[in-house]
């Protein structure tokens, strides 16, 4: 049986930014201010732009060019799409903290606790059926890097050399191959159990590339649900800080970053730079991203 692939639509012709904004006042957006709006569009894509658009689409609309809600005006789109480069560049931050951290743990439990020694990675019994294909995206990533641009060649690099080489993503992969011991100990330093870490680590990978590709994420429904935890540090009933009935949400995200970042940091900074970007944008739909009601009130929030 032949299954039959559906045709991609035909791209218009390219236009001028005049054009583009001719066309969204046509849909019914208001567009006071032709200057700032022709200067944003000649920094931002057109086609990224309308990533924006939907949300104000009205229910009615149809056809390839379907009319905006009224009352629907450019500052009000721009205003989401400067809230979500803002939001990814924090969580940036975060991930920075938390790959450096998680890095740091994999490699000191498998080579010191575990006594994997200084090429602990290359020690199958420390890992299950996915050594393999593991180890051989590894060594393409590493290569990739340059081995100029490192002191130690393969196969003779250490593991807390090569462990830099990797990417969110690979490591993710690399923990959820360890063993259960060596999950353990790494998930006990940030008070979590292990299946919990490890399916949160597989969730942030998408998240993080999301952040780092520049893609819209603020609205998105995340595929790739996590595992809600039932202990979490200190707090007293975790599951209260989620929002149960909207696994793929990115509340939920924000809740395990920013339990994360404390734990990691120690402080709460990047909790408050996330409720003071909040408060900056209060024209943000919060239910579109799964904020649970009077979230701010919650201890994690505090």
């Known amino acids: 049986m032949t299954v039959q692939r559906e045709q991609p639509s035909t791209p218009g012709p390219p236009t001028s930014i ?22 944003f569009l000649g920094n931002v894509n057109f086609y990224r732009f309308k990533g924006y658009l939907e949300p104000f689409v ?46 740091t743990q994999w490699t000191y439990h498998l080579t010191y606790t575990l006594s994997g020694g200084p090429y602990a990675h290359q020690q199958p019994g420390l890992f299950s059926k996915g050594y393999e294909r593991n180890w051989q995206d590894l060594s393409q990533e590493y290569t990739r890097h ?11 690099c250490p593991t807390w050399a090569i462990v830099e080489a990797m990417t969110f993503g690979l490591l993710s992969r690399w923990f959820g191959d360890t063993n259960k011991q060596g999950r353990q100990l790494i998930a006990k330093h940030y008070l979590l159990d292990e299946s919990v870490l490890q399916s949160l680590l597989r969730h942030l990978t998408p998240v993080r590339n999301f952040c780092a590709h520049h893609e819209r994420l ?23 800080f989620f929002n149960l ?4 949400k990115l509340y939920n995200t924000l809740v395990m970053i920013a339990y994360l970042t404390m734990t990691i940091t120690q402080n709460r900074d990047w909790v408050q730079e996330f ?25 994690i929030w505090q």
């Open 275 to 299: 409720v003071a970007l909040m408060g900056r944008h209060q024209h943000i739909p919060q239910n579109e991203m799964g904020f649970v009601p009077n979230w701010q009130n919650l201890v």
């Open 245 to 248: 009935d909207q696994r793929g």
């Open 58 to 103: 009205g229910p009615l609309a149809k056809g390839p060019q379907p009319t905006f809600r009224q009352g629907t005006t450019f500052e009000l789109v721009v205003g989401r799409y400067e809230f979500d480069t803002q939001l990814r560049a924090m969580l940036l931050g975060a991930f920075n903290r938390i790959e450096v951290s998680l890095r």
């Open 218 to 240: 603020w609205d998105r429904d995340l595929k790739t649900k996590m595992k809600i935890p039932k202990k979490m540090g200190t707090f007293a009933e975790p599951a209260s």
């Open 18 to 39: 005049c054009h583009q904004i001719s066309l969204l006042r046509q849909r019914g957006m208001a567009v006071p201010n032709q200057t700032e709006a022709v200067h």
């Open 146 to 156: 340059g081995q100029a641009n490192h002191a130690y060649p393969l196969p003779n």
